[in-house]
Each structure stands twice: as structure tokens, then as C-alpha cells.
């Protein structure tokens, strides 16, 4: 097997790294190593056989430059800690193996960890087109095809962005959007873990403020992943009339609940102490509690606010609780949230999120909240208010994230139109992102709840098997999501000239990458209810002619005239894509035919009947 990967590996002076350099030399697959240092004025002394290599930081976008730079092998290696690790036995030539496959742009794999003087296992999960969160957990070691490097490099370059911290970001959404992203299940390297937090207190660290520079990076970046994908959503909510029906009850408060009889009266007083002008109730769904919960409950059975619900369903998950409290006939017109181990921050919690479903017109709300102890003493990392959202943006960069917020509330005849999934983990998460696709979210960022984080949380403190089980849900929700935002319809046209890098090492291995700029225009899918029958058609039509034949077929299906400027865009686009075979025919077709329609829209303002009878 010849030398087909460069290695890239952080380094500092005085670290055990020399085990590590000798399995890469000893490897016959690896061509150069690369020892990435931050060091500034003297040059570090590296290992024999390895080369410096100094960069800013390892997730800038200048350093993902650099190192494409560096790529004139078919592979290149990534490692993303300082800290020492170990190959398993032949592991680079496995990698090597699955990166063989052209369409596979970048591999991670399993891994052993160090962790507390003990070794563990730490699997991984597959990677979907939902898994867009910016903390998905790779593990260190990163394997690309160089040229998809190459490409996400050419891609920043072209647009002009230049990371502090999003450039790794970026380059593993540029791949994921051109080929595939694979998961090695094998075991192929141990690492040491230098982050020894519960699982509970590492999952805010994307709203910890301390971290709100790098979090602006990455919505910048995920955004334009989002618009050049067709998932990017304008602004342009649907409006709610909240006087659609009847209702008895202003608001209520929602509280599923099993097993917590040391926090559920807190919370039902905390329920009741609510000062509002308006009228509300409290549904609880005591689901099956067992420890004394529901006799709890029963003493607030005379009370005229309360309602006690038990279902007979043994298979009901806090999502098929809520279904069951919106679905009552004396639900009321906003249903708001209340978790059974929580309390309301103030007496003016109930009366601050109806009034701002009237202020902004929003179909959902979400406040902020305080993390706390069983005891109410704040701990770390305090207020969660997810200030990254933004009136504009906060529908797309909810898909980056992995929570919305607390306490949650929704219209209630909405909220019944959706349906919770019934689920006990990620429900909420999934209302939020399909409540953003079309209508409005309200914000209020003064706190409004306590979350108590003890030691009778269901997260507080979870293995990696079940964080790897929860991440892969959120995953599939975001999948589930993104597919949705795509089918909405976007227009899509090119507007800027097409630039290519090329690459050339001493084997003569070429690599070229095209990128085009492409912004979005929301249709209305009634305008193109057939059109996309048409692209499957015309996908396996034109497979196999020439360019030429893709002109002539589009001129003789639609028996239409484009500009000269356009249609020479096009042609010019395609034969540069065909040659090089990195974006298919068919993408570009297909922006082709779109472009028909953004034309007849913009200039002719309507429809030819022909696309209402493809």
C-alpha cells in the first residue's frame, strides 16, 4: 500500500508525543507528519521525521487553509488534541480503507479513553443530515479525502470567511453537503479525557457567556451551510389569531409527572401562588407514580384549580402526558410548562408569558431560568437565557442547537395540531424546531424558572450509552426537520462567477473544486405541486448526454428562451461541473430548471401554464 496520508497532529514542547511519531513513521501508509504548534518567535524542537507547522489555533479558518495546502496526499489525518494518544493495531490502514470510497469525504471511528486512571470504551454515533450541532462528538481523530478538504478550504476562501473558531466547523458541514460523513464502528485509537464533568453540567456550555464569541461563529457558519442546502427559512411567520375558539381558562399549567414525591407539592404550590387577571388551572398527569406521588396530589383534590389526571395507558412518555393535558376539554388557551422537580421563579411567571403571546403575536414563548440545587441555591453555569437566539435567525440556528430554553409555552389549539411525540427526552426540543418552521417564537430573557439539578434527575448524570442514544434522537428530529424546511420550496439561481483551486502533487494526483454562491427565495409549494416529478424524470433522462443534449432538452421540455446572460451561465456552469465531476449534472440541472421559474416570477410575474401541467 503507497504513502496516501498526511498527518496533522497538535504539539507542544516537553509532551509525551514520541510513542505516538514512531507508530505514524512505522505506518506504511503515512507519507508526512506535520507537528501543529501555536508556539510564537522560536521555533519549538520537533521529533526527527516530523515537520513544524505553526497556526493560529487548530479551529480557525486559516489553519484549514493551511493544512489543504499541505494535502497533496489522497488523505489527510487530523488529530484535535495536545494530549499523547494510541493507534490500534493497523487503524490507518483501516481508515485508509473506508476512505477509498469516493464519495465518502470524512471518517471518525470508536474509540478507548483514559479516563480517571481507567479505561473506557466511547462509542460513537452514525452521522445524518441532522447531526448539524457544532459539539457532535467525533472523537479526536479526523480522516478526510483531501479533496473535500481542499473544497471546504476553496469554499471559505471564496466566501470571504475567516473563522477564530468555526473553521473546523465549517469544513465538516462543506463535507457533509458534498459527500458522506462515516462512522468507522471499530475501535481504532485510545485517547486521554481531560474533561471529567457529568454529563448535566457539560450540555449548557453552548449558552455559557463565556463562550458567546465562538457561538456567533458558528451561527454565522451554519447559516450559510443552511442557505446553500435550500434549509435556510426567512422571517416570514404565519400569523395566529387567538380567537379561534372558546376557552374557559386563560392558561394552564402543565405537569406530567412520575415518581417524585419529594418535589411535586413544591410545585404545585408554586402553581397556585400565581398572581394573573386572568382565570387559570393546573393539569397534572400523575403517570403511574408509585412512591407516593399521587397521594401527594389527592389532597388538592377540592381545590377548583386542580385537575388530577391518571391515564389507563401503561405507555405513555411525558410527550404522550402532554398530549393527554392539551387534549382536556378545560385546557386552556396557552398551555405552559411546569416540570415536576421545578417551580416558578415569581408569582408574575404566568402572567409575563400570556402577556407576551398578545405583545409579539407568537404561536410559542419561551422565558429563562435559573439552575439551582435540591435547596434553590444557584448553581453552576446559573441564568440560562439563550440570548444566541435572534428575532431573524433563532428558527434556522435551532437546528445547531440542542435546546431551546425554559419554560415553555404554547397556544394550545396549535399545540394540539402538532402533537407532542410521546417520548421522554427531546419532546420539547421538537416541538420548538417545528413551531419555528412557521410561526413566530417569543423570547423573554428576565428568568422565570428554577430548575432543580439533584441527584433524582433523570440527566443529572448520564452514561455514555444514554448521551449517545439522546444525541442520536435530537439528530433525527433535525433530519426529520431539515427535510421539511427543504420541501417548503426554495428558488435558486446563480449570481456569481464560479472559481477553482487546483491542487497538484508530486504524483500528479488533481483535485479541483467549483463553488457557487446561491441565495434563496421562499415559494409557495402550490406553485410547484408537479414540478419536482419533472427533476426525476429529467434525472434519469439526461444521466447519460453530453452538455450539449442537457441544452437542447431543457429548450425542447419547456419550449422557452432564456436571457442569453443566463442560459450562458448555465451551460458554461455545467460543462465546468461535468468535467471536473465533483458537483453531478443533476444539481446543477436541477438549479437550471428553478431558474426558469425564479425568471418567470421576477420578470414575467407568473407562471407559465406549462409547470402547472408537467
Not at 475 to 502: A, G, K, Q, W, Y
Not at 514 to 528: G, M, V, W
Request: hydrophobic share 35%; net charge neutral; glycine share 6%.
Amino acid at each position: 500500500m503507497r504513502k496516501t496520508i498526511n498527518c496533522f497532529i497538535p504539539y507542544e514542547e516537553n509532551t509525551a508525543i514520541d510513542k505516538v511519531v514512531t507508530a505514524l513513521k512505522d505506518s506504511i501508509v503515512v507519507n508526512k507528519i506535520y507537528l501543529l504548534t501555536t508556539a510564537h518567535g522560536s521555533m519549538p524542537s520537533v521529533p526527527a521525521g516530523c515537520e513544524p507547522f505553526t497556526i493560529d489555533s487548530l479551529n480557525s479558518s486559516d489553519t484549514i487553509k493551511k493544512i489543504a495546502q499541505k494535502a497533496d496526499t489522497p488523505f489527510t489525518l487530523l488529530y484535535t488534541k495536545a494530549s499523547p494518544f494510541e493507534l490500534g493495531y493497523m487503524a490507518l490502514e483501516r481508515i485508509a480503507d473506508f476512505l477509498q470510497d469516493r464519495k465518502t469525504g470524512m471518517v471518525y471511528a470508536d474509540h478507548y479513553e483514559w479516563k480517571e486512571g481507567e479505561k473506557k470504551k466511547h462509542p460513537a454515533i452514525d452521522y445524518q443530515p441532522g447531526s448539524v450541532r457544532d459539539d457532535f462528538d467525533f472523537g479526536a481523530l479526523l480522516a478526510f479525502r483531501s479533496e473535500y478538504l481542499i473544497g471546504a478550504a476553496g469554499m471559505m476562501e471564496n466566501e470571504r470567511e475567516n473563522y477564530r473558531y468555526a473553521g473546523l466547523y465549517a469544513t465538516r458541514l462543506f463535507i457533509a453537503e458534498t459527500s458522506r460523513i462515516v462512522h468507522i464502528n471499530e475501535y481504532l485509537y485510545t485517547e486521554i479525557e481531560e474533561d471529567n464533568r457529568l454529563s448535566g453540567e457539560k450540555q449548557f456550555d453552548y449558552v455559557n457567556p463565556r463562550n458567546r464569541e465562538v457561538q456567533i461563529e458558528m451561527e454565522q457558519a451554519f447559516t450559510g451551510y443552511l442557505k446553500r442546502t435550500g434549509v435556510y427559512l426567512p422571517s416570514n411567520f404565519k400569523k395566529v389569531n387567538f380567537r379561534t375558539e372558546t376557552f374557559t381558562y386563560e392558561a394552564s399549567v402543565i405537569i406530567p409527572v412520575r415518581n417524585r414525591v419529594r418535589t411535586i407539592d413544591d410545585a404545585i404550590r408554586s402553581a397556585l401562588e400565581q398572581q394573573t387577571d386572568f382565570p387559570f388551572n393546573i393539569i397534572i398527569v400523575d403517570n403511574h407514580s408509585t412512591d407516593g406521588t399521587s397521594e401527594v396530589i389527592a389532597r388538592y383534590k377540592d381545590h377548583p384549580q386542580v385537575i388530577h389526571l391518571q391515564p389507563e395507558r401503561t405507555d405513555l412518555g411525558i410527550g404522550g402526558c402532554w398530549n393527554l393535558a392539551v387534549h382536556h376539554p378545560l385546557c386552556g388557551r396557552f398551555a405552559i410548562q411546569l416540570d415536576s422537580d421545578d417551580l416558578y421563579s415569581s408569582p408574575q411567571t404566568l402572567q409575563t408569558i400570556v402577556n407576551t403571546f398578545y405583545k409579539e403575536q407568537c404561536a410559542m414563548v419561551i422565558g429563562t431560568y435559573r439552575m439551582t440545587d435540591f435547596h434553590l441555591s444557584t448553581i453552576a453555569p446559573g441564568i440560562i437565557d439563550h440570548k444566541e437566539w435572534t428575532p431573524d435567525n433563532g428558527h434556522n440556528n435551532a437546528l445547531r442547537i440542542n435546546g431551546l430554553g425554559a419554560p415553555r409555552a404554547f397556544f394550545t389549539p396549535l399545540l394540539r395540531e402538532i402533537g407532542v411525540p410521546n417520548v421522554s427526552y427531546g419532546e420539547d426540543y421538537a416541538l420548538g424546531l417545528a413551531f419555528s418552521r412557521t410561526y413566530k417564537i417569543g423570547r423573554i430573557y428576565d428568568e422565570l424558572y428554577l430548575c432543580r439539578r439533584w441527584e433524582g434527575n433523570s440527566d443529572a448524570a448520564l452514561g455514555i450509552e444514554q448521551v449517545n442514544t439522546n444525541n442520536h434522537y435530537k439528530d433525527s428530529l433535525r433530519t426529520h426537520e431539515i427535510n421539511l424546511r427543504r420541501c417548503s420550496i426554495h428558488v435558486i439561481f446563480p449570481i456569481t462567477t464560479m472559481t477553482m483551486n487546483v491542487n497538484k502533487s508530486r504524483n500528479n494526483h488533481c483535485s479541483c473544486t467549483t463553488y457557487l454562491k446561491i441565495p434563496f427565495f421562499r415559494l409557495e409549494p402550490r406553485h410547484i405541486t408537479d414540478f419536482f416529478n419533472l427533476l426525476i424524470k429529467a434525472d434519469i433522462a439526461i444521466f447519460d448526454y453530453t452538455v450539449p443534449s442537457i441544452n437542447l432538452l431543457l429548450l425542447d421540455q419547456f419550449h422557452v428562451v432564456l436571457p442569453r446572460f443566463l442560459l450562458f451561465r448555465i451551460l458554461v456552469s455545467v460543462k465546468i461541473l461535468n468535467r471536473y465531476g465533483y458537483i453531478t449534472v443533476r444539481s446543477y440541472l436541477r438549479a437550471a430548471i428553478e431558474l426558469l421559474l425564479f425568471y418567470y416570477l421576477t420578470i414575467q410575474g407568473e407562471i407559465p401554464s406549462i409547470f402547472h401541467n408537467l
